[in-house]
């Protein structure tokens, strides 16, 4: 009777000790490492409630298309990143053809519409947004000059000295605009265009995001990028006004892509996964970011107009893809270098 008693209890202490050595397996800290090429404000609001959510901690260094890439080219023997978050997608698929990144595909993968994910799951947009001019209205009647409602009026020498825009030699954002603007007039016309436009350009930005900081403040008087940072300036009272040009504007569609070599590969599917859910979606309204979610059944922000009423420009992001280092050469060679 003893016997069977003190062996009931060895094998209850050994059960115990083997469900506690599971649940310490199961409890320890799992980490994600992200390069983020969205805005340093927005990747630390999305990330924090990715961990809220998840208990999966992310750390995160903030880098411009352009640098990213590089980087992670650069490390790709020894990567110390597990994840690029953000910059369009033709950045991803230059990446999934120089063989940088990895495929993940999944449930989440299926409610995304064709164009904002890679058929083969090298990468997924989560999310989108427009192309537009930010005016500071009282810097444009300093100058008594009329807000510019099209590509075109950008060229009226009343705006020189006056405009910001980035540089599509480090941001996915300007190279939005080559791409767009060639995928409306044809290459050479969108060439020739940008040309004269550069005259009236104050300064090219490094940041996709730079020229709305200096039409906030005043800087400059007119800035030219995507929609997320105008709509938070306007939110903080600033006398800005978007301004969407008569001839239409490009979108963006950011992405992720899981780096091959990933130390924290299965945190990175996780975090793939969450981006693209209902939950994960509705975090760019909870947290205001003012981006447009890509998942059909998530949240738009109040304030924002319906992506379907804007006239968009659509560009294939494998024909953006395939010719990017061409098209910003010939931008260095024809346009910055313009009189």
């Keep these: 009777m003893k016997k069977g008693i003190y062996l009931c209890?060895?094998?209850?202490?050994?059960?115990?000790?083997?469900?506690?050595?599971?649940?310490?397996?199961?409890?320890?800290?799992?980490?994600?490492?992200?390069?983020?090429?969205?805005?340093?404000?927005?990747?630390?609001?999305?990330?924090?409630?990715?961990?809220?959510?998840?208990?999966?901690?992310?750390?995160?260094?903030?880098?411009?298309?352009?640098?990213?890439?590089?980087?992670?080219?650069a490390e790709e023997n020894n990567p110390q990143a597990d994840v690029w978050l953000g910059a369009p997608n033709e950045n991803h698929i230059l990446a999934k053809n120089e063989g940088l990144t990895v495929a993940y595909k999944s449930a989440a993968l299926d409610k995304l519409a064709p164009e904002f994910k890679d058929p083969d799951g090298y990468w997924r947009s989560f999310y989108m947004n427009p192309m537009a001019f930010g005016v500071n209205t009282e810097a444009l009647a300093k100058v008594g000059a009329p807000i510019p409602t099209s590509w075109n009026?950008?060229?009226?020498?009343?705006?020189?000295?006056?405009?910001?825009?980035?540089?599509?030699?480090?941001?996915?954002?300007?190279?939005?605009?080559?791409?767009?603007?060639?995928?409306?007039?044809?290459?050479?016309?969108?060439?020739?265009?940008?040309?004269?436009?550069?005259?009236?350009?104050?300064?090219?930005?490094?940041?996709?995001?730079?020229?709305?900081?200096?039409?906030?403040?005043?800087?400059?008087?007119?800035?030219?990028?995507?929609?997320?940072?105008?709509?938070q300036f306007i939110a903080e009272g600033y006398p800005l006004k978007v301004v969407f040009p008569s001839e239409g504007v490009g979108f963006e569609a950011p992405a992720l892509s899981i780096i091959k070599g990933a130390k924290n590969l299965e945190s990175a599917q996780i975090l793939a996964d969450w981006l693209v859910s209902k939950a994960g979606q509705d975090v760019l309204s909870e947290a205001n970011t003012y981006f447009y979610p890509v998942n059909p059944e998530a949240e738009l922000a109040p304030g924002m107009p319906e992506f379907s009423t804007l006239k968009t420009i659509a560009v294939s992001s494998e024909w953006a893809g395939a010719n990017k280092e061409r098209l910003v050469e010939r931008w260095v060679n024809e346009v910055l270098a313009a009189k």
Aim: glycine share 8%; hydrophobic share 45%.
């Design 9 to 73: 209890l060895i094998v209850a202490l050994a059960t115990s000790s083997l469900f506690a050595a599971g649940v310490q397996e199961t409890s320890e800290v799992k980490e994600v490492v992200v390069y983020a090429s969205v805005d340093e404000a927005n990747a630390k609001s999305i990330l924090d409630a990715f961990t809220a959510d998840t208990g999966i901690k992310a750390a995160f260094v903030h880098l411009s298309s352009g640098p990213a890439y590089s980087r992670i080219k």
């Design 153 to 231: 009026d950008l060229l009226d020498p009343v705006y020189k000295g006056l405009i910001q825009s980035p540089t599509p030699q480090a941001s996915g954002t300007a190279y939005n605009i080559v791409t767009s603007l060639t995928q409306a007039w044809g290459e050479d016309e969108a060439f020739a265009y940008m040309a004269k436009l550069n005259a009236n350009i104050q300064t090219y930005t490094s940041s996709g995001t730079g020229p709305s900081k200096g039409v906030a403040v005043g800087q400059c008087a007119i800035g030219i990028q995507f929609t997320p940072a105008f709509f």
